[in-house]
């Protein structure tokens, strides 16, 4: 629940004419395009990580247009990591092989670019910077701040130096409130505030439940002959099979580096699903080991990817408040791409706000007439299709690129908790899996290559809000999926002295919100830690 603006501890306040929470390329964009357009506008980002960057996770191919209308001349310094994309493939993976296939048309990369999405968003912050914005990275915005009429105001900074039993520790400082005529979310999938707007304004009460996919990726380095620059790999198939959705993607970047990864959709049905596990298995397929072997594991994290698209897209304005990027939902599914719609949107809602006088009212309709909800509505029906399994949806994907999206119909999304099977009603599908042998070996090892830091004398910030159900129904009805579906080990099933009982390890968290959005029960709350905490992706 949001607290109320005022509280017993007093804080210190911090004005600004609008306040970013989230350093992503939605926000910065936001930020850059805004004192662009009026200089005299204050402006303030506010990041959860340690720096700008460290909690980015993502491809990345790039579509270059709103970039290049964000920053025309950014090519004459780019990103640190910035590779043309030169050469696309796409392949049907068995077991032990493969089919070459044609690459879709939404897929095709010619003129774009891969990036390190952390990275780029790191180079973003010093040109944001240089125009008069005021960037904060480990501030933890932890709650909205409202006025009497329920109009958003601001945020309230998470505090520092709080012990797990809620004490105050010899450090404490009180998180500080930061006031704004309007505040934007720009949080990425399913942020924790923009999940509580949602619910208190009612923003998707005319929209479908919002979808997602869980992306776990590695940054590899390898023997340099091994590296063609600018070559772009995805595939299906194997591991997964014909009812889940999942892809893998695997980008050739410059100095012998490769940047890999698979995603699943968390729409699956199987309650044994293991995203982590499909991941190395894809990594052990014959052609990708070739590729790693004897090779070096430089980064690794894990990250929801929103999904829903079209007919998910909540109202993205509320009173004095509105959402960007992926805390909207833009992210295109079929070309495998959310940076162009993040900077796209992040751009129009700036000059929405210039040309408003800073009102947020409105700017919802402007993002559905704009080129970011019209890109959406002709894919809309690409992913929900996939639902009824992998060859129906391959075939529905054919019919709506050929018809750009002009199907007089719309499939439904429902909520990705709502999908998983008990264990007594589902058929388990044989997974095929291979003996593996490339690193890491298990989670907790992946983990240790997230860099993730939290205090372990903090408050959790996994709220499992009724431990019952997890010792007695879910055990029974579904064995735990929590204990399966989280990439980082954070959930275990322990039997001491005391009986069974859940043990939620969240200093291992890395941030991607997969148990807030699958367990079947909706129990687990993700709220954020203490600013400063979670991964140090380095370049992912």
């Known amino acids: 629940m949001n607290q109320p603006a005022t509280a017993s501890i007093e804080r210190d306040v911090m004005e600004y004419d609008v306040v970013t929470v989230g350093g992503g390329p939605a926000g910065l964009s936001f930020a850059i395009r805004l004192k662009q357009l009026n200089p005299e506008i204050t402006v303030c980002v506010i990041e959860k990580a340690s720096n700008i960057g460290a909690h980015i996770l993502s491809g990345a191919v790039i579509e270059t247009g709103p970039l290049d209308a964000l920053l025309p001349n950014w090519r004459s310094n780019p990103p640190p990591i910035c590779i043309d994309a030169k ?114 304004f009612q923003l998707d009460a005319d929209c479908d439940p919002q979808g997602y996919s869980i992306g776990i990726k590695e940054l590899w380095q390898v023997a340099e002959e091994r590296v063609t620059p600018g070559k772009i790999v995805h595939s299906f198939g194997w591991p997964a099979d014909s009812h889940t959705y999942g892809g893998s993607f695997l980008y050739h970047l410059d100095q012998g580096r490769i940047a890999l990864g698979y995603v699943s959709g968390l729409d699956y049905t199987d309650p044994n699903y293991k995203p982590w596990e499909a991941f190395q298995q894809w990594k052990n397929h014959p052609m990708v080991k070739p590729l790693l072997d004897g090779g070096n594991i430089l980064s690794a994290g894990a990250r929801a990817i929103v999904t829903g698209g079209y007919q998910s897209l909540p109202r993205c304005d509320m009173p004095g408040a509105l959402l960007i990027g992926d805390t909207a939902g833009l992210l295109n599914v079929p070309k495998v791409k959310g940076t162009h719609q ?96 490339l690193i890491p070996r298990d989670r907790l090892q992946s983990v240790y290559y997230a860099a993730t830091s939290h205090d372990e004398d903090q408050p959790v910030h996994l709220h499992v809000l009724n431990t019952d159900v997890c010792v007695s129904q879910c055990a029974k009805e579904y064995a735990n999926p929590c204990t399966r579906f989280c990439p980082a080990g954070v959930y275990e099933m322990v039997e001491d002295a005391t009986g069974k009982r859940l043990q939620v390890n969240a200093a291992n968290c890395v941030h991607c919100k997969t148990c807030d959005i699958k367990d079947p029960y909706e129990n687990i709350n993700w709220v954020t830690p203490e600013g400063g905490s979670g991964p140090n992706y380095q370049n992912l």
């Open 87 to 200: 050469h696309d493939e796409f392949w049907l993976l068995t077991k032990t092989g493969g089919h070459k296939l044609p690459t879709p048309p939404g897929m095709a990369n010619h003129g774009n670019v891969i990036i390190s999405l952390g990275a780029m968003c790191a180079w973003l912050a010093p040109q944001a910077e240089a125009l008069g914005v005021e960037i904060y990275p480990g501030f933890a915005a932890a709650e909205t701040l409202h006025d009497a009429s329920g109009k958003v105001i601001g945020v309230r900074i998470g505090d520092m130096g709080v012990a797990k039993d809620g004490a105050h520790k010899p450090g404490f400082t009180a998180g500080i409130d930061i006031h704004a005529k309007v505040t934007v979310l720009a949080e990425g999938a399913r942020g924790h505030l923009t999940k509580r707007l949602i619910k208190r």
């Open 342 to 437: 993040a900077i796209r949107s992040g751009m129009l809602a700036a000059e929405h706000l210039v040309s408003s006088a800073l009102q947020a009212d409105g700017f919802d309709a402007k993002l559905r007439a704009s080129d970011a909800m019209a890109e959406l509505k002709t894919v809309r029906n690409i992913k929900p299709a996939f639902k009824k399994g992998l060859w129906f949806g391959m075939l529905n994907a054919a019919w709506e690129t050929v018809t750009n999206g002009y199907s007089p119909w719309t499939l439904k999304n429902k909520a990705d908790w709502s999908s998983l099977h008990k264990l007594g009603q589902f058929e388990a599908p044989k997974r095929d899996y291979v003996e593996r042998t």
